[in-house]
């Protein structure tokens, strides 16, 4: 499949999504839309223009899961959604999911993040 990105001979990212409940991700499975807060636009903007593609790996607080990943399939714009209420986030982007699975961080504990002290990704 083709690359959402411009940039096709660059390294590969992939970002944690943190969401505060599990609505949030049945929202973006079932629209195909995700939302982050304002702190995180430029990095994953920054990502999706110089990567050849980016990943988000989604995980609700507290759950010990994964929900599930996703690729990103464009910048995030200025339109907010009105989905996630007032919650502070900002525009929206659309996300292509790829698994839609819960998968208990144990199954990850060998993946260590060599940005983040090598501790566990989770």
């Not at 505060?20 to 629209?31: E, F």
């Not at 304002?38 to 010990?64: C, R």
């Not at 200025?78 to 996630?84: G, I, N, T, V």
């Amino acid at each position: 499949s083709k690359s959402p990105s411009p940039r096709q001979n660059t390294p590969v990212r992939y970002f944690i999504m943190k969401s505060s409940n599990l609505q949030n991700i049945d929202i973006s499975q079932q629209k195909g839309i995700w939302s982050t807060t304002p702190s995180n636009e430029q990095k994953l903007n920054g990502a999706f223009w110089e990567s050849s593609m980016v990943y988000l790996i989604f995980s609700v607080q507290g759950s010990g899961c994964f929900q599930g990943f996703a690729r990103m399939g464009s910048a995030i714009g200025c339109e907010k959604s009105q989905d996630w209420g007032s919650a502070g986030f900002g525009g929206v982007f659309k996300v292509d999911w790829i698994r839609k699975e819960s998968i208990p961080f144990q199954f990850a504990q060998h993946l260590l993040n060599p940005w983040n002290d090598s501790k566990k990704v989770q």
